[in-house]
């Protein structure tokens, strides 16, 4: 492979987002915003609490799905992005899994979650471990009884979209939701690391 | 008011290489688009039945009032107008617009913006709405209603009066005391 994950993850977090006089920053396609890991997790933990047991696994779907899609089309601004031309894309050797190695090395630059992909069957599946991700620090206020990386798994579902689901409809109309992702362990449920398994919808 | 005379909001960004964290004045922070911040706020919306809104406003209050809080405690923040200047800063910082306080009082605080993160990135996801949708921001102005008067979380309830997603030229918050 010759994607050099720690020179994208050295070079892309030293990027510094600020507002600009309008208070906003325009980037990659999007308008970015930096706010607390705290702030996110706090509203997935209040709404997920606020439902009853048997909906607990759809409000935690829908979370997913806010993920999968702003990963879907963040996605695609970061890997078409100048950033990327000059640091991502003359590592770019063989498409599209070298893009998906260089993704995930901006997704852990970026201070989403330190994942990298470690099994990889082009266009079918793909396994991500995450050693360290903000969503599992759920587990300051107690081990909790379900996985809650819900952002992580919409990502990871997002970026096999992108790599193996077709050209890039701005609309999502087609090739978002493509793959799905399971997360098979957590942090915050007690295990080591974090494991997110993507396979075709 | 206010002016940006008052306290400056000093930024002091570090990434922990080890944790691949980053984090802004002591802060663990993440980047996130308007996609994601839209959807929560249209997710929050739907959930009528958990009370999804409030459930995403005290969200912002109780993080923003802490965040804010240690910073003002940090700085040696003391003064209104300061503490008015720095949330001003801090909120146009972090990308969630451009925030104005209009009015500081101990029973109303009310608060506009001429550009905000949620209602661009609405309009450029959805187009217009039809009732306003600034559910991040009335946390946020209820938590800085509160800091100001040396009140704790929930003491003032803020609605959005005018919204930039409606169509209105501005945003307006008001926050008045429960």
Redesign the interface.
């Known amino acids: 492979m010759a994607i050099d994950r720690q020179k994208i993850?050295d070079e892309m977090?030293?990027v510094?987002?600020?507002?600009n006089?309008?208070?906003?920053?325009p980037g990659?396609g999007?308008?970015?915003?930096?706010?607390?890991?705290?702030?996110?997790n706090?509203?997935a933990r209040?709404?997920v609490n606020?439902?009853p047991e048997d909906l607990i696994g759809a409000?935690e779907g829908?979370?997913v799905?806010?993920?999968h899609?702003?990963g879907y089309?963040?996605g695609h601004?970061i890997i078409t992005s100048d950033e990327w031309n000059q640091v991502v894309a003359p590592m770019v050797e063989k498409v599209p899994e070298d893009i998906l190695h260089g993704a995930f090395a901006i997704f852990?630059?970026?201070?989403?979650?330190?994942t990298e992909v470690v099994d990889l069957v082009p266009g079918e599946t793909m396994t991500v471990r995450a050693n360290?991700y903000?969503e599992s620090?759920v587990l300051l206020y107690g081990r909790a009884t379900r996985p809650s990386a819900f952002?992580v798994r919409g990502v990871c579902a997002a970026f096999m979209d992108l790599a193996y689901g077709g050209d890039y409809d701005p609309s999502g109309k087609s090739g978002l939701y493509s793959f799905k992702c399971e997360q098979t362990k957590g942090i915050e449920t007690g295990d080591a690391y974090g494991e997110f398994v993507v396979t075709k919808a | 008011m206010p002016t940006e005379t008052n306290a400056a909001f000093e930024i002091d960004h570090k990434f922990d290489a080890a944790r691949k964290r980053h984090y802004l004045n002591g802060d663990c922070t993440v980047l996130h688009c308007h996609h994601y911040a839209t959807l929560y706020t249209q997710l929050a919306m739907d959930a009528t039945d958990f009370d999804g809104v409030r459930c995403l406003m005290e969200t912002s209050e109780d993080v923003f009032f802490d965040v804010l809080s240690r910073y003002y405690t940090q700085k040696k923040i003391e003064s209104i107008e300061d503490k008015i200047a720095v949330a001003q800063q801090y909120w146009q910082a972090s990308g969630m617009g451009l925030l104005k306080f209009t009015g500081v009082g101990k029973y109303e605080v009310m608060a506009e913006m001429e550009y905000s993160h949620i209602d661009e990135g609405w309009l450029k996801k959805w187009g217009a709405a039809d009732k306003p949708v600034n559910l991040i921001t009335a946390g946020f102005v209820a938590a800085c209603a509160a800091l100001v008067n040396g009140k704790p979380p929930r003491t003032f309830e803020a609605k959005e009066t005018k919204s930039l997603a409606r169509g209105d030229e501005i945003s307006a918050f008001k926050a008045i005391h429960k």
Request: aromatic share 16%; hydrophobic share 50%; glycine share 12%.
């Open positions: 993850i977090s030293k510094k987002v600020v507002g006089e309008e208070g906003l920053i990659f999007v308008f970015v915003q930096q706010l607390p890991g705290e702030f996110w706090g509203f209040r709404l606020s439902v409000a829908l979370l799905n806010a993920a899609e702003c089309h963040t601004g852990t630059a970026w201070g989403w979650a330190e360290d903000y620090d952002m």
